[in-house]
């Protein structure tokens, strides 16, 4: 006989089967269907309906891979970086650079190494590097730390075949914001960071999977893991503090193109961010594409149709703004 636990998820995995939510046709680039909430998206996943990406995929043999390369020294540790291109590669490509996320206090940089093959595979140069945590040292340092990143990257162009002149940042969720304050705050010649980087070589494209891009909402400023990482509670007297580590603020009209996804069942970082983003990069006149994806949550493109999906927009952003 069934416990009412096991019959409540035998009636999800009925009713997401008559929803048909699995169906989803990659090659046209249409959003997967979503779920009504996050019990219907559990249900889905542990009825295997949910199909996920192999996040750890082997590097193939004609993919040249140089881990670990060290790009910086602080006393907290030692920074390294992961770069992916073609084994037979002659000619500079452009570079993706990928932030992974977890809250600013957790990640790593191997993390997103299903898009590094991925890219890698589809012609570009693509890197991933590691920055201090919160609790190692709060803000500035993680955003120091991956615009030093970004730097000797440059400095080591030729080493790794990179081409300069076409360069996107790409993160999610803590990397999504720390992408976006690289490309819309480490480009403004105000910025005075520990590894400046060249205005005439600075970043060309951007994509923002559900980062943070206003970290003075009411949500942000009582959120545990903001709070760690600007280095001290919000008050009108640190609301400057708060400002200081948001994207939005820093927004101009000169800003590359920003490529935005977010699901609507967020509840880790609110659909509304990112509902406000490209609000303000329209009224600024900035190329800019959003995908509001309804009934998906943070960390989206872990599911392999919502990953599909990505690349496939991906692919044609990257194809229109660096190349």
């Not at 390369?69 to 650079?97: C, G, M, Q, R, S």
Request: proline share 6%; net charge negative.
């Amino acid at each position: 006989m069934q416990d009412n636990s096991t019959f409540a998820l035998l009636l999800l995995a009925l009713l997401l089967a008559l929803s048909g939510c699995a169906g989803y046709e990659a090659e046209q680039g249409k959003p997967p269907k979503g779920y009504r909430n996050a019990t219907m998206l559990k249900a889905a996943y542990a009825t295997g309906r949910l199909k996920l990406i192999d996040a750890e995929p082997e590097v193939p043999t004609n993919l040249a891979a140089h881990r670990d390369l060290v790009f910086k020294n602080t006393p907290e540790k030692d920074l390294k970086l992961d770069i992916y291109h073609a084994a037979d590669v002659k000619d500079p490509l452009p570079l993706l650079v990928f932030i992974h996320g977890g809250s600013w206090k957790s990640g790593n940089k191997d993390d997103y190494r299903r898009y590094l093959v991925d890219y890698a595979a589809k012609g570009y140069v693509t890197a991933t590097l590691s920055y201090r945590f919160s609790q190692e040292a709060p803000f500035p340092a993680a955003f120091d730390d991956v615009v030093c990143g970004l730097s000797w990257l440059k400095a080591n162009a030729d080493r790794y075949y990179i081409d300069t002149n076409h360069i996107a940042v790409i993160g999610g969720s803590a990397g999504g914001h720390l992408a976006m304050m690289l490309a819309y705050q480490a480009r403004d010649t105000t910025y005075q960071g520990a590894c400046p980087i060249e205005i005439d070589a600075g970043i060309h494209a951007i994509v923002n999977l559900y980062g943070p891009a206003d970290l003075t909402t009411d949500f942000a400023i009582n959120h545990p893991s903001v709070i760690q990482f600007v280095g001290q509670e919000f008050s009108e007297a640190s609301r400057f503090a708060y400002e200081a580590v948001s994207p939005l603020q820093f927004v101009t009209a000169d800003d590359p193109p920003t490529l935005i996804f977010h699901g609507t069942i967020d509840d880790v970082v609110p659909v509304a961010q990112s509902d406000t983003l490209y609000q303000v990069l329209q009224r600024l006149g900035i190329p800019a594409e959003y995908h509001r994806l309804e009934g998906w949550p943070h960390t989206m493109d872990l599911g392999l149709y919502v990953n599909q999906y990505c690349q496939h927009h991906m692919d044609a952003f990257f194809r229109q703004h660096l190349q």
